[in-house]
């Protein structure tokens, strides 16, 4: 079963808006949860990661939003450019020395950006 | 290398073939990982080596699939008997191995069975 749930499957915003891309999970012991970037033909990079102890993290025009409470995190990418089309994965991870690397992935959301 | 390598980065194999997919990590990345990925959707966890020791293969989803890393650094992922449902693209990941490093992703290897 899917232990990281991610919406929307995809979205179209113009050139400045600001897509929202939403995560849930149900795991307590996720403890890490990075954002990556797929460009078609390529493998996932790394955007952005926040762990539960602060409830918002910025990078650039990348921003992820935490809520523990409800075991939910958000990106959002601020003033958006059609360079930033890509697929987008939110992840989880646990803190363990054995499981850390052992990522779930949301299933993804494809965001184009229209000029 | 600059980044993660993956050879070949397509293959196309017959039903029942085996298949052997190589990876080269960044040099002296210590953690090595492997994941699948079907068309639109996210990667599925495979496997993960810490140097030469495989600490998880719970995400191999048959005893078809083989991973080993055997001097620590190259891994290859082996399929046995290939099936459809095999057809995906593999990808390859490494980092330093500290806990929350950043795991670095190879472009993957576009498996498809015919």
């Known amino acids: 079963q899917q232990q990281v749930k991610q919406s929307p499957q995809s979205l179209i915003v113009q050139k400045g808006g600001i897509p929202i891309i939403n995560c849930a999970y149900e795991?307590?012991?996720?403890?890490?949860f990075p954002w990556y970037q797929q460009f078609p033909g390529k493998g996932p990079a790394l955007l952005i990661a926040?762990?539960?102890?602060?409830s918002e993290k910025k990078e650039g025009r990348f921003t992820i939003s935490f809520n523990k409470s409800a075991k939910q995190f958000s990106l959002h990418i601020m003033d958006s450019q059609p360079g930033d089309s890509a697929t987008y994965f939110c992840?989880?991870?646990?803190?363990?020395?054995?499981?850390?690397?052992?990522?779930?992935f949301g299933a993804g959301t494809q965001v184009v950006v229209t000029p | 290398g600059a980044g993660v390598s993956q050879s070949p980065r397509y293959k196309v194999a017959k039903r029942g073939q085996d298949v052997a997919l190589r990876c080269d990590p960044i040099?002296?990345?210590?953690?090595l990982f492997w994941y699948q990925q079907a068309l639109g959707q996210g990667p599925e966890f495979l496997t993960y080596?810490?140097?030469?020791?495989?600490?998880?293969k719970s995400g191999l989803p048959s005893d078809r699939f083989f991973a080993e890393r055997p001097e620590g650094s190259v891994s290859t992922l082996k399929i046995q008997r290939t099936q459809q449902e095999d057809s995906a693209v593999y990808l390859c990941?490494?980092?330093?191995?500290?806990?929350?490093?950043?795991?670095?992703f190879g472009q993957g290897t576009r498996l498809t069975v015919v």
């Open positions: 080596f810490q140097n030469e020791a495989q600490l998880d």
């Open positions: 040099s002296g990345h210590v953690s």
């Open positions: 926040i762990r539960p102890d602060v």
């Open positions: 992840a989880a991870s646990t803190g363990t020395t054995d499981s850390w690397g052992k990522l779930q």
């Open positions: 795991n307590t012991a996720f403890d890490y």
């Open positions: 990941a490494s980092s330093l191995g500290n806990v929350y490093t950043e795991a670095f």
